[in-house]
């Protein structure tokens, strides 16, 4: 028998592939995706050397290449996960 998607995922239950932090914050909950902008867009303009991207199909903050912090929308919060002990020392 096969497994049943989730709502809103594609084949397997994985989220559909995303390819930019535009399409990725379409994809979620309006108000969700309002903070999630307003937090990327506060800390790329605090820190002019940082980047955004998507990896792992979600928004990712980097430094040359190098991780610093993944952001989500999940079900019932918002996820900002820093990569490393280092990353919080820094900030």
Known sequence: MKKQAAKGRG???KSPRVHS???????VNPVQ???LKSVIDL?????PGLAS???WN???IHRAGQYVFGLSALKH???LAPWSPRVLEAF
């Open 11 to 13: 084949e397997e239950g």
């Open 21 to 27: 932090i535009e399409e990725y914050l379409a994809s």
């Open 33 to 35: 995706a309002k903070t």
């Open 43 to 47: 800390i790329l303009a605090k820190f």
């Open 53 to 55: 991207k998507i990896s």
């Open 58 to 60: 979600v928004p990712q």
């Open 77 to 79: 919060h918002l996820a």
